[in-house]
């Protein structure tokens, strides 16, 4: 898909700006906006406060719901697409538990002391078995993932296509897609079920939060310190695509120990050349199919500063 332009955005929750920058945009004044909320699941569709920051235009495109009923009406499909799931969560799990090693090693290097000609060849190693382990996984999962797509061809079944060209009648119309948080997981599955990415070519985007990570082009989930288990950043999938060159990290701040030098220098070394932007309450950013450009954004930097970021 190439995108007009797309801005992402910090998050919405508890300080949202959205109604504010909107205007500021440049995005056509009329017509509607195709909103999809599916991150929120069952709360989808609750959006009175989001539809009075978009100025009352926003047209739910109904994700979430409309796989609810692929699923209810279309029972040989529903029991494909759940065993792919079974099977991503069964290679998530491998992966996590060879991550784990993985990224200690790194970590455990980088905070070694002694004779620096020895140490760095091992650091550097451990950096790549760690890069090529993220990989890996990606690659295992975009197999899974087109095998399931090559033998059911979901776009083209009867259950999907119905719901499919409601989505893209809205869509037509619309002047931008703008797509919330929520459920990463959950609303990058609706979005890729539906093919969304190809119904909004050309369209202006509008993502925040969990919407701001699946239109990368790799989705990292983060957070250095979780209520359980090891604080690892990990590759979730690959995302739409939309923009490019960008790992967003939506609310950052919160979920980073952006003073621990160590991690934030191997977190933007893993997934260099990348950026590893951080993006918290009032920050965004604009994609314009060739360069960024940053309003308040941080970026990791490989020596383990965070500094202010405007455009590259």
Known sequence: MSARTVWLL???????FLGKLFPTLGIEPEGPLAVVTAG????????????????????DLELYSRADRVFRFDPEFTQAH?????????IEGLYQMRLSYARDAVLRLLRESGDARLLRPERDHAMRQLREL???????????????EERWKPLERESVAEQREEVAKILRAAAALVVAG???????????????????????????????MVV??????????????????????????LCKRLVALPDGQKRLDLDDTHR????????????????????????DGERWSSSGARRLCPDGSVEQVTSW
Do not use: Y
Request: with cysteine; charged share 30%; aromatic share 6%.
């Open 264 to 287: 934030v220098g191997s977190f933007a070394e893993r997934f260099a050349p990348d950026a590893c932007i951080v993006m918290g309450p009032g920050d965004s950013m604009t994609w």
């Open 10 to 16: 910090g998050p919405q929750h508890h300080e949202p």
């Open 182 to 212: 929520g459920h990463v997981a959950v609303l990058l599955n609706r979005l890729r079920l539906f093919g969304v990415r190809e119904l909004a070519e050309g369209k202006d985007v509008v993502a925040w939060s969990a919407g701001a």
């Open 216 to 241: 990368t082009e790799r989705v990292v989930l983060f957070h250095d310190h979780p209520p359980q288990g090891p604080g690892n950043a990990e590759v979730m999938e690959q995302g739409l695509g």
């Open 134 to 148: 993220d990989s890996w996984h990606l690659k295992r999962i975009v197999e899974v993932r087109s095998e399931f």
């Open 40 to 59: 929120w699941q069952e709360r989808e569709g609750e959006d009175e406060e989001l539809d009075k920051h978009l100025g009352g235009r926003s047209v």
């Open 82 to 90: 759940r065993e792919m799931q079974r099977q991503l969560r069964e």
